[in-house]
């Protein structure tokens, strides 16, 4: 899995696996899902993600809600 953050775009995008991407499926309002011809998740892009990120600017950490537990990712 491999983790990027463009501050430009304010985007993160957690690949899952590599592949082409043939279509792109909306999650909800922040959240887009790449899929290849198969129907498989390579990866998701979360749009405004420092609404998602805790920590101070310098030191940003993304976590991610698993039921009631928060799960910091890691790049």
Do not use: H, W
């Amino acid at each position: 899995m491999n983790i990027t953050y463009d501050k430009k775009t304010d985007s993160l995008y957690l690949q899952l696996r590599k592949g082409a991407i043939k279509r792109t499926q909306e999650i909800s309002d922040f959240c887009m899902a790449d899929m290849n011809s198969k129907g498989d998740v390579v990866g998701f892009e979360i749009l405004s993600a420092s609404r998602f990120m805790t920590g101070s600017k310098q030191e940003r950490k993304i976590t991610v809600r698993i039921g009631e537990k928060l799960v910091p990712l890691r790049a």
